[in-house]
């Protein structure tokens, strides 16, 4: 059933409302090796969740990875200051990096509702036991 006009109303309405879901969602950090720099969504302070820095000629730094030093586990503060401006070290510098070996996540980040100030959507419960250990203070 792969013709469109053929599609149900319900099919349809399914595959809207998950491209519109997928659209809302950023990577949160395990190792970054799933999340390239420069085109996914993993910035929690930008407006799109998008690095804005543009991304320099020839650059060999690709993937989120590139960004974290091996020992110690920690941002390659050098790397930073020659890719991203000051607010957006600020803002990777903020994410934590786990010392476990955890895989790159697809969350759906807090969104909050102005008037009331009340979270209506919140990724943490719907993750496994096990993810939800990464964001526990």
Same mark, same amino acid.
């Given at each position: ?48 969740? #998008? $690095? @804005? ?8 730094? /690709?993937?989120?990875?590139? +960004? ?41 980040? #807090? $969104? @909050? ?8 959507? /919140?990724?943490?419960?719907? +993750? ?10």
């Amino acid at each position: 059933m792969g013709n469109r006009a053929r599609s149900s109303w319900l099919w349809q309405s399914l595959t809207y409302r998950l491209r519109l879901l997928k659209k809302g969602l950023i990577w949160c950090i395990g190792f970054g090796v799933e999340v390239n720099i420069w085109d996914d969504p993993w910035l929690p302070n930008s407006p799109d969740f #998008k $690095v @804005q820095s543009p991304c320099p000629p020839d650059c060999e730094y /690709r993937k989120v990875k590139d +960004l974290i030093l091996e020992n110690p586990h920690c941002w390659n503060l050098e790397i930073l200051r020659t890719l991203f401006n000051q607010a957006e070290i600020n803002d990777i510098m903020a994410i934590p990096l786990s010392l476990q070996e955890n895989e790159d996540i697809l969350i759906w980040p #807090k $969104v @909050q509702i102005i008037d009331t100030g009340r979270y209506f959507f /919140r990724f943490y419960f719907f +993750l496994k036991p096990v993810q939800r250990d990464r964001f526990k203070a």
